[in-house]
């Protein structure tokens, strides 16, 4: 089956689908992604596929990377809450977590229009967390119907429809 | 004089049901809701066989925030919440109110699911929902739908007496029907 990666790196990958040059720290950084069958780089993480696009808009994005070993299950109560505040409280274009097993919350892509206001990211409280800006990677996100909150066949939160058999 | 809710409405003496009757024939097990496209709360537009996706969902037209019983319902619904938010089941309200009206009243009750406005009342007599008693607001007659995936109407409930509107048990009972039909794997594999 095939999913949607994304990383972020020091340099271009060849192999990748989509690579933005953006800007984090103060310095350059190289959005990727992939839309294949298996994880193609060891810091790609799966994510909602339609969060992915060339042709979105600028914007900021709050994007946490938990390290291996600091992961909680993806049912732990903290990342139900994150999950729970932000279908109740949407951010203006969207949420992706981020997927490398099907137990544990790898992170997050939290997508904000304007500047970096992301003191408010649930996921951020999980783990490191830094804000990258770029343009032509993210596309907005309508929020999810809800109050359904679990994942679709292990999918990454919040893409709603389980696989068609 | 208007016949009671929940009452069979006569029919006219050529056979035809009364032109409004005859607009919420949508709203019995086995109608179908038409697939509406309003704003939400946010503003952006939805389209509501987009928001049902594969999960059984309710679709729940309401006065507004000004209804005390309306706001007894919400109260319900909002308990009956965190058992759907992990039962693969959505939730749909739709109102007259404007979306910033929508959000301020979906926000203070804390709930999680979609609310849709129809402040310019375009799908109002089309489905035969519009409260004429109610001059001052002009509201949705209040009106549940139970629906699965392709927006067939599983169960419907008239609410513009309380006692009509569903309780939280017979919404559990639908859901779990309609859960029961959707999911080939209710019997788990052996």
């Given at each position: 089956?095939?999913?949607?990666?994304?990383?972020l790196?020091?340099?271009?990958?060849?192999?990748?689908?989509?690579?933005?040059?953006?800007?984090?720290?103060?310095?350059?950084?190289?959005?990727?992604?992939?839309?294949?069958?298996?994880?193609?780089?060891?810091?790609?993480?799966?994510?909602?596929?339609?969060?992915?696009?060339?042709?979105?808009?600028?914007?900021?994005?709050?994007?946490?990377?938990?390290?291996?070993?600091?992961?909680?299950?993806?049912?732990?109560?903290?990342?139900?809450?994150?999950?729970?505040?932000?279908?109740?409280?949407?951010?203006?274009?969207?949420?992706?977590?981020?997927?490398?097993?099907?137990?544990?919350?790898?992170?997050?892509?939290l997508?904000?229009?304007?500047?970096?206001?992301?003191?408010?990211?649930?996921?951020?409280?999980?783990?490191?967390?830094?804000v990258v800006r770029?343009?032509?990677?993210f596309?907005p996100?309508p929020?999810?119907?809800?109050?359904?909150?679990?994942r679709?066949?292990?999918?990454?939160?919040?893409?709603?429809?389980f696989?068609?058999? | 004089?208007?016949?009671?809710?929940?009452?069979?409405?006569?029919?006219?003496?050529?056979?035809?049901?009364?032109?409004?009757?005859?607009?919420?024939?949508?709203?019995?097990?086995?109608?179908?809701?038409?697939?509406?496209?309003?704003?939400?709360?946010?503003?952006?537009?939805?389209?509501?066989?987009?928001?049902?996706?594969?999960?059984?969902?309710?679709?729940?037209?309401?006065?507004?925030?000004f209804?005390?019983?309306?706001?007894?319902?919400?109260?319900?619904?909002?308990?009956?919440?965190?058992?759907?938010?992990?039962?693969?089941?959505?939730?749909?309200?739709?109102?007259?109110?404007?979306?910033?009206?929508?959000?301020?009243?979906?926000?203070?009750?804390?709930?999680r699911?979609?609310?849709?406005?129809?402040?310019?009342?375009?799908?109002?007599?089309?489905?035969g929902?519009?409260?004429?008693?109610?001059?001052?607001?002009?509201?949705?007659?209040?009106?549940?739908?139970?629906?699965?995936?392709?927006?067939?109407?599983?169960?419907?409930?008239?609410?513009?007496?309380?006692?009509?509107?569903?309780?939280?048990?017979?919404?559990?009972?639908?859901?779990?029907?309609?859960?029961?039909?959707?999911?080939?794997?209710?019997?788990?594999?052996?």
């Amino acid at each position: 089956m095939s999913r949607t990666y994304i990383a972020l790196l020091d340099h271009e990958p060849e192999d990748a689908d989509v690579t933005v040059v953006g800007e984090a720290d103060g310095g350059g950084i190289v959005l990727a992604a992939w839309r294949t069958g298996r994880r193609p780089h060891p810091r790609a993480a799966s994510v909602d596929p339609r969060i992915v696009g060339t042709d979105g808009p600028a914007m900021s994005t709050s994007w946490t990377e938990l390290p291996a070993g600091r992961r909680p299950l993806f049912d732990a109560p903290e990342v139900l809450e994150a999950r729970r505040r932000l279908l109740r409280d949407w951010p203006t274009y969207g949420v992706s977590t981020l997927v490398t097993d099907s137990l544990h919350l790898a992170g997050s892509v939290l997508l904000w229009p304007g500047g970096p206001l992301f003191e408010d990211d649930p996921f951020a409280r999980l783990g490191p967390s830094r804000v990258v800006r770029s343009r032509g990677f993210f596309v907005p996100l309508p929020a999810p119907t809800g109050p359904a909150l679990e994942r679709y066949g292990g999918a990454p939160w919040p893409f709603d429809q389980f696989p068609v058999a | 004089m208007q016949p009671l809710p929940g009452r069979p409405v006569a029919e006219k003496p050529d056979g035809q049901l009364p032109e409004a009757t005859a607009r919420t024939a949508w709203l019995t097990p086995g109608g179908q809701v038409p697939d509406l496209e309003l704003p939400d709360s946010t503003g952006g537009v939805r389209r509501l066989s987009d928001l049902v996706g594969g999960d059984p969902t309710l679709v729940h037209f309401y006065r507004g925030w000004f209804c005390p019983k309306e706001r007894q319902f919400f109260r319900m619904l909002a308990a009956l919440q965190d058992e759907a938010e992990v039962a693969y089941t959505r939730f749909v309200s739709i109102s007259v109110e404007p979306p910033e009206v929508s959000a301020a009243y979906r926000a203070g009750l804390g709930a999680r699911w979609t609310f849709l406005s129809d402040t310019e009342r375009r799908y109002v007599d089309a489905l035969g929902l519009r409260e004429t008693t109610d001059t001052v607001h002009d509201p949705y007659l209040p009106t549940c739908a139970v629906v699965d995936p392709d927006l067939t109407v599983h169960a419907a409930y008239r609410g513009y007496w309380f006692w009509g509107r569903p309780t939280a048990e017979e919404l559990r009972q639908d859901f779990r029907a309609l859960t029961r039909a959707l999911r080939p794997d209710w019997d788990p594999p052996a």
